[in-house]
């Protein structure tokens, strides 16, 4: 044992038990509490880090129970408990009903009643034709005059308490009945135990006590210099207690930005630093924004029931705003006036105005197009849910960023230069590809992949140019480049991660990890 190193780490708690005890001597915290002036957290401190030095043992575990009343219990106390005053109720009133005895004295119900069900098993009520409770001429039982005095005793007590292993075998079916271990409000008595455990010095402590002796070290060494001390020049006189530089310093975890959100804060970040003007919206999105201004046919398999949540209270919005409602009807029907021929089929004005969870990012485009300024460039980072089965690409609540560019000078190759500063300069992609497409409110239409070092190829998002039954049923007759990407699969490759559930990790040690790489 490197007695030096141990006397180095020894707190003043624990110097102080080491020189003012032996190993014959038995320690509690109650001694320590009244002996040394501890307070009980600094003597169960001491303890343990002598114990966990070997420099003090376990002799003894002694149980205790006590009982400690509660303010209900206090009330009784004072004002008697609900037997005997139901009983002197029925004495001076008659007869009387279970409710009307409750009005009477100010009692719940379910009290009265359970004190009735003991006092007319013991023969001191009964329930007479009329079913009203009635004196039988009986005295109370023993055990309601035991647990009176018993709650009067806890009451003058300084701490509430009554010890367990000082009543007697009636006392404690007495005070057994108006008991609950976790005193809920609604008892008088809760249930409190408590663990006596006595220690000893261990035979090792003896070659520590020594050297703390030699070292002159007696625990009232200064450890803090405080203004006080500064202030009357008491630190002049005393004696500082040495510091272990070796011992590593205590964890600081600082509150910090988790690292996807700081993800999505830099993609936003980057965006607008490029011009574009940020949009937004609700959740909560009806069939005509979600799907049909985007020229979607109501019979178009994304609109299935597994596809898109809907919801259940309120099934519907109450109304869908004109022009636009109108507008796009006249679209889907015979094309309206953007040139078309449409789907050529009856546009159900009772479906659009279904409510659904928002299943994708453009229908925030399809709200930004009536209101957009040309030229202009928007983009909206987008919480979007679908009915999908969850792998390490696909999540059913899941984000997208989303945008439009509008102008007379825009065409497909400036929309595959956003494409491509999305998947390399966000992503952090070396491998791209494009993949021809089909949108039905996009034309020409391409998906984007890129190839992540695990996973392999993986669509990152898809893009077009609005159709003009889109763009021109808005009121826009510039080209719309339009693109919806899945942010979370940007982040796989920008936090290195394997697999979108990660993303969400509820393993704090994992983030704080990703937090450093990031």
């Not at 600094?42 to 420099?55: E, I, V």
């Not at 009307?100 to 119900?109: N, V």
């Not at 999105?285 to 309120?314: C, S």
């Not at 000078?409 to 998947?423: H, I, K, S, Y």
Request: charged share 25%; with cysteine.
């Amino acid at each position: 044992m490197d007695v030096q190193n141990i006397i180095k780490n020894l707190h003043p708690l624990e110097i102080k038990v080491l020189l003012s005890y032996s190993q014959k001597d038995e320690l509690t915290s109650e001694k320590l509490i009244k002996e040394l002036e501890y307070k009980e957290g600094h003597a169960n401190q001491a303890f343990s880090w002598l114990g966990g030095k070997d420099l003090l043992s376990v002799v003894s575990r002694t149980p205790h129970t006590y009982f400690e009343i509660t303010d209900l219990g206090r009330e009784y106390a004072k004002n008697g408990l609900p037997e005997e005053r139901i009983v002197e109720f029925v004495k001076a009133n008659g007869a009387k009903l279970l409710p009307e005895i409750a009005s009477g004295l100010g009692l719940e119900q379910k009290d009265v009643g359970s004190a009735f069900g003991g006092l007319s098993k013991t023969g001191v009520l009964k329930m007479n034709a009329e079913k009203k409770a009635e004196y039988t001429g009986a005295a109370l039982p023993e055990n309601i005059c035991l647990a009176k005095k018993l709650f009067e005793k806890a009451a003058s007590a300084e701490n509430g308490q009554i010890d367990n292993a000082k009543l007697s075998y009636e006392e404690q079916k007495a005070i057994a009945g108006y008991a609950k271990k976790r005193g809920a409000a609604d008892s008088p008595f809760k249930i409190i135990e408590r663990e006596t455990v006595v220690y000893k010095l261990t035979p090792a402590s003896v070659d520590v006590v020594a050297a703390l002796k030699a070292a002159g070290i007696t625990g009232n060494e200064i450890g803090e210099v405080t203004p006080k001390m500064l202030a009357s020049g008491e630190w002049k006189n005393g004696t500082f207690r040495g510091y272990n530089i070796a011992i590593p310093p205590a964890r600081i975890i600082p509150g910090r930005t988790n690292p996807y959100v700081q993800f999505l804060e830099s993609v936003k970040d980057k965006l607008c630093s490029l011009g574009f003007e940020e949009f937004d919206g609700p959740l909560v999105e009806t069939e005509f924004w979600n799907g049909d201004a985007l020229f979607m046919p109501q019979f178009h398999a994304a609109r299935d029931i597994h596809d898109v949540y809907r919801i259940k209270n309120p099934t519907h919005a109450k109304e869908i705003e004109e022009p636009y409602l109108s507008a796009v009807r006249n679209t889907h029907e015979n094309g309206g006036n953007t040139g078309s021929r449409g789907w050529n089929y009856k546009f159900d004005t009772e479906f659009t105005r279904r409510l659904v969870l928002r299943s994708q990012g453009t229908v925030l485009s399809a709200h930004q197009l009536h209101k957009a300024k040309v030229p202009g460039k928007y983009f909206g980072i987008v919480r979007c849910f679908r009915y999908d089965k969850v792998d390490a690409t696909h999540l059913s609540d899941f984000y997208q960023t989303e945008g439009i560019v509008l102008g007379n000078d825009v065409n497909l190759r400036t929309l595959l230069g956003f494409l491509e500063m999305f998947a390399k300069e966000i992503a952090g992609a070396t491998e791209v590809k494009y993949v021809p497409g089909y949108f039905p409110f996009t034309e020409p239409s391409v998906e984007v992949h890129i190839k992540h070092p695990v996973l392999g190829w993986f669509e990152l998002g898809g893009a077009g140019i609005f159709r003009p039954e889109v763009s021109k049923t808005m009121g826009v007759d510039v080209p719309v480049l339009a693109w919806g990407m899945g942010i979370d699969r940007m982040a796989l490759m920008a936090l290195g991660l394997n697999d979108l559930r990660e993303l969400f990790s509820e393993n704090i040690e994992e983030v704080r990890l990703r937090k450093a790489k990031f």
